[in-house]
């Protein structure tokens, strides 16, 4: 069973940064995907970014693409989502997940999910 805690959300302003963290109690090491999602109120939930912890190929979404940067420390079992320039419409609760295997885009294909950490940019 794959644990994993989701950290480093929080309120900012349009224009600002903010890293989010996701510590798992293994998978990062192996060849797994770890992945960020996002639910926003009123809406479903979207991918945001994957990596596959094998090879560290990353994946994003085009609104995220050039702004939001994954990456991962091994040692530290650890996740991270950099996201710089945010705007109002980033605001949602942030996910992290994590599958075996590949990376695939959909939030169905994820087994182990953590709690959330919410995400508020305001203008």
């Known amino acids: 069973q794959v644990q994993l805690a989701e950290s480093g959300g929080g309120s900012v302003q349009a224009g600002g940064s903010l890293r989010l963290s996701c510590a798992a109690s293994t998978f990062i090491s192996s060849s797994n995907c770890m992945g960020w999602f996002r639910q926003a109120p009123g809406k479903e939930r979207e991918g945001v970014a994957r990596?596959?912890?094998?090879?560290?190929?990353?994946y994003y979404a085009v609104s995220v693409k050039g702004r939001f940067t994954i990456s991962q420390d091994n040692a530290k079992n650890t996740v991270y989502l950099q996201m710089n320039s945010l705007n109002t419409e980033d605001t949602a609760i942030y996910y992290c997940?994590?599958?075996?295997?590949?990376?695939?885009?959909?939030?169905?294909?994820?087994?182990?999910w953590g709690q959330g950490t919410q995400v508020t940019v305001s203008s």
């Open positions: 990596i596959y912890t094998g090879t560290g190929a990353t």
């Open positions: 997940a994590a599958r075996s295997g590949y990376c695939s885009p959909q939030s169905s294909a994820f087994s182990y």
